[in-house]
């Protein structure tokens, strides 16, 4: 009994902390600008996209850390107007826009909604289709001052390239932790500290320097970074431009890592010092080690 008159007492508790700010609304005349602007990004003008926004409205995409501007949003519907047909905004099945009225807001309003986007590539005949859910600001007088649009950006744009003929076989990064073991290796052999720098390669690594005929396994490879450390007594590796980390899709999806350096070394016995430049490659497996280095030394 005791728990019964507890709930029932906690019921109107739980309906006292319920505060309405603003109505939602399915229809209202803020969506008539959001509508009306996918009329116009399907065949409408220039002119008439601009008419819908403020001067200084403002546009994020997925991913953007500063907002664009109208000339953008006006570009990127002319480039889709130039490239694609039937360029099309429909309803994502299941979903209905909502307009939020605020009660302390006097000058507008929000829309949301959850639309499918699509068209057809007008030289290949190829459609693209995306799924985006956006956030418009929308005044009173009409107007639209912010835009925030989501989408998966890395899938939309891989078909509008698939649509130009066009194949994405990986991506190429400049900060990875394939890098950072990278320049660890270099580190060790700056060091003089072989072992160390053997153990970032598989068993089975293989291993190539352009011009010489054949290759080295990791035994032999590990004689050769001795026989360095014995005749300088300087190992300098000064890193030229910035290391890529690529991933390739083909083949199973492998990573590489490309590098470029000055080798600096002064000769152990003559003092002589020389500067080499140096261009590495290095291919890596699943468990993070390195099975196949290529390198390139140029006077």
Same mark, same amino acid.
């Given at each position: 009994?005791?728990?019964?008159?507890?709930?029932?007492?906690?019921?109107?508790?739980?309906?006292?902390?319920?505060?309405?700010?603003?109505? @939602?609304?399915?229809?209202?005349?803020?969506?008539?600008?959001?509508?009306?602007?996918?009329?116009?990004?399907?065949?409408?003008?220039?002119?008439?996209?601009?008419?819908?926004?403020?001067?200084?409205?403002?546009?994020?995409?997925?991913?953007?850390?500063?907002?664009?501007?109208?000339?953008?949003?006006?570009? @990127?519907?002319?480039?889709?107007?130039?490239?694609?047909?039937?360029?099309?905004?429909?309803?994502?099945?299941?979903?209905?826009?909502?307009?939020?009225?605020?009660?302390?807001?006097?000058?507008?309003?929000?829309?949301?909604?959850?639309?499918?986007?699509?068209?057809?590539?007008?030289?290949?005949?190829?459609?693209?289709?995306?799924?985006?859910?956006?956030?418009?600001?929308?005044?009173?007088?009409?107007?639209?001052?912010?835009?925030?649009?989501?989408?998966?950006?890395?899938?939309?744009?891989?078909?509008?390239?698939?649509?130009?003929?066009?194949?994405?076989?990986?991506?190429?990064?400049?900060?990875?932790?394939?890098?950072?073991?990278?320049?660890?290796?270099?580190?060790?052999?700056?060091?003089?500290?072989?072992?160390?720098?053997?153990?970032?390669?598989?068993?089975?690594?293989?291993?190539?320097?352009?011009?010489?005929?054949?290759?080295?396994?990791?035994?032999?490879?590990?004689?050769?970074?001795?026989?360095?450390?014995?005749?300088?007594?300087?190992?300098?590796?000064?890193?030229?431009?910035?290391?890529?980390?690529?991933?390739?899709?083909?083949?199973?999806?492998?990573?590489?890592?490309?590098?470029?350096?000055?080798?600096?070394?002064?000769?152990?016995?003559?003092?002589?010092?020389?500067?080499?430049?140096?261009?590495?490659?290095?291919?890596?497996?699943?468990?993070?080690?390195?099975?196949?280095?290529?390198?390139?030394?140029?006077?």
């Amino acid at each position: 009994m005791k728990k019964l008159l507890l709930l029932s007492l906690l019921v109107p508790l739980f309906g006292w902390c319920q505060v309405k700010s603003g109505v @939602t609304y399915s229809e209202h005349p803020a969506y008539d600008v959001v509508t009306k602007s996918y009329q116009i990004w399907g065949s409408g003008t220039e002119a008439e996209l601009r008419a819908l926004y403020a001067e200084d409205a403002k546009f994020w995409g997925p991913g953007d850390e500063e907002a664009n501007n109208v000339d953008s949003e006006v570009s @990127t519907m002319l480039w889709w107007q130039e490239n694609f047909s039937a360029i099309k905004f429909t309803v994502m099945e299941g979903a209905t826009p909502d307009i939020i009225k605020y009660e302390d807001d006097k000058k507008g309003a929000w829309t949301m909604d959850w639309m499918v986007f699509s068209g057809v590539n007008k030289a290949s005949g190829l459609a693209v289709k995306a799924n985006i859910h956006s956030n418009r600001y929308v005044t009173n007088e009409g107007k639209i001052t912010m835009s925030m649009s989501h989408f998966d950006r890395e899938s939309f744009g891989a078909q509008a390239q698939v649509s130009f003929g066009m194949h994405r076989n990986g991506r190429v990064y400049d900060k990875h932790p394939i890098i950072d073991k990278v320049n660890e290796m270099v580190v060790h052999f700056e060091a003089g500290e072989i072992s160390e720098l053997a153990s970032y390669f598989s068993k089975d690594a293989e291993f190539y320097r352009l011009g010489v005929d054949g290759n080295l396994n990791l035994e032999e490879r590990t004689a050769t970074w001795h026989e360095a450390v014995a005749t300088s007594s300087i190992r300098n590796l000064e890193q030229s431009g910035y290391p890529d980390a690529i991933y390739y899709s083909k083949d199973e999806g492998q990573w590489v890592v490309q590098s470029w350096w000055w080798v600096n070394n002064t000769n152990a016995e003559t003092g002589e010092e020389t500067r080499e430049y140096l261009h590495m490659s290095h291919n890596f497996n699943n468990e993070g080690k390195v099975t196949r280095e290529v390198i390139y030394m140029a006077n």
